[in-house]
């Protein structure tokens, strides 16, 4: 990795940096701001982890006219080989965080019964709960807390919490 302040004081004195074959897995965009002249920065042979945590800085080298072929993905799986030009923005993205803060729940025959789910990631997952037979059940979105609200509880059924982007499953 490369400290972020590495560039901060060259100014105007840098016009190109080749960073080839550097085993860079990630940068930060800001790093290169200082470089007011920089009019070339070659990337290619690293292997790029292209996630949401590089999202910012290949979005800043392909809108700066920076990029140069053939800086590609090396992970996930499903980009590698890609070409970062060649990859939508929303591809860049982090696996969800599903968190379910009571994994079981006793209640009342006939009580209502409120499930939880929170889901985290980049870009913001969409999810959905499903009774684990297939039936759906109804459920509410609020910002990043999946919610399943139950007027009847089926004894004995397993609910379950799917993050819609990636069939991430967290079952209840």
């Not at 060649?86 to 969800?96: G, H, L, M």
């Not at 297939?134 to 807390?145: E, P």
Request: glycine residues 6%.
């Amino acid at each position: 990795m490369i400290d972020r302040k590495t560039f901060s004081n060259l100014g105007n004195s840098v016009e190109g940096i080749n960073l080839n074959h550097n085993l860079l897995r990630g940068l930060r965009e800001g790093m290169f701001h200082p470089l007011m002249n920089l009019k070339s920065l070659s990337l290619h042979s690293n292997p790029w982890a292209c996630d949401c945590r590089l999202r910012t800085f290949r979005d800043w080298v392909v809108a700066s006219g920076l990029y140069t072929y053939p800086t590609v993905c090396s992970e996930p799986e499903r980009l590698a080989g890609r070409q970062w030009d060649d990859v939508e923005k929303t591809d860049f993205a982090c696996k969800p965080e599903i968190r379910v803060p009571q994994s079981v729940v006793f209640s009342q025959p006939g009580a209502n019964v409120t499930l939880s789910c929170f889901i985290v990631g980049s870009p913001i997952p969409d999810a959905k709960w499903v009774l684990k037979v297939g039936v759906k059940a109804n459920s509410c979105c609020m910002s990043k807390l999946i919610m399943l609200l139950l007027a009847f509880v089926m004894p004995k059924y397993l609910y379950v919490c799917i993050d819609l982007s990636i069939w991430h499953i967290y079952e209840i």
